[in-house]
């Protein structure tokens, strides 16, 4: 069984400071994990993912993430926050089933950047 | 960029009136996936589909539920007689293989409305 906890429901920065999301996972085997962004009336959109090649994993729009086996966390950030960059983000684990890859997807983190 | 396309993008419909989601999958994909996300709720894995079956499906993909792909673009999803807990957000999404790990790409959705 895999799972997500997204351990903010609400995360609210500046523009111009740093954005933290958090999230940890359970995997009772190697797992993959993504983060996805989904922006108000549109689709999921990956903004990168870790398949245990680096660590660190840079994506879209100068976000990264770290894999942190030890504690087994996947958290997102970037260093300065955007206007644009609100919206709300979804952390993912996938595992290969009988026919398909299958996401688990956390319950989300709405970002909120204010002026 | 090729992306994956759904329509309706809104739907209204009586409750008991049959639904059917149409999705048009990128081009070189092989696996296709559905799932929905409730207003409020985390994004739920309903069904994943390869070589014109259906590979995978969860607990909440009963009888009322059936996938399709009638040609060689298009792949459907079909509700029978709808519930008010139908109504939803519905994501068609794929991916050119089923290993964890592979990008599973999105659409912007099919916003379902039962009254």
């Known amino acids: 069984a895999q799972s997500v906890t997204q351990l903010d429901s609400h995360v609210s920065v500046s523009e111009g400071t740093p954005v933290l999301l958090r999230c940890n996972y359970s995997?009772?085997?190697?797992?993959?994990l993504f983060w996805y962004v989904q922006h108000p009336n549109k689709g999921l959109q990956l903004l990168l993912k870790?398949?245990?090649?680096?660590?660190l994993v840079k994506g879209i729009n100068g976000f990264e993430a770290e894999f942190k086996k030890s504690e087994t966390s996947f958290h997102l950030t970037k260093p300065s926050a955007h206007m644009s960059d609100a919206a709300e983000y979804f952390c993912?684990?996938?595992?290969?089933?009988?026919?398909?890859?299958?996401?688990?997807f956390g319950t989300g983190t709405q970002l909120k950047v204010e002026l | 960029e090729p992306e994956v396309t759904q329509t309706p993008s809104h739907q209204v419909t009586q409750m008991g009136q049959e639904v059917i989601l149409r999705c048009v999958p990128i081009s070189n994909h092989l696996y296709f996936y559905w799932y929905r996300q409730i207003l409020g709720q985390k994004v739920e894995f309903l069904v994943s589909?390869?070589?014109?079956?259906?590979?995978?499906k969860s607990e909440i993909f009963d009888d009322q539920f059936s996938v399709e792909r009638p040609d060689g673009s298009n792949f459907t999803l079909k509700i029978r007689s709808t519930k008010l807990e139908d109504s939803a957000m519905y994501f068609c999404a794929s991916s050119v293989s089923g290993s964890s790990g592979n990008t599973i790409y999105f659409g912007e959705g099919s916003w379902l409305t039962v009254v």
């Open positions: 993912v684990v996938s595992g290969p089933t009988g026919g398909g890859n299958k996401l688990t």
């Open positions: 995997s009772s085997y190697s797992p993959s």
């Open positions: 589909f390869y070589n014109n079956e259906i590979s995978e």
């Open positions: 870790y398949t245990s090649a680096a660590t």
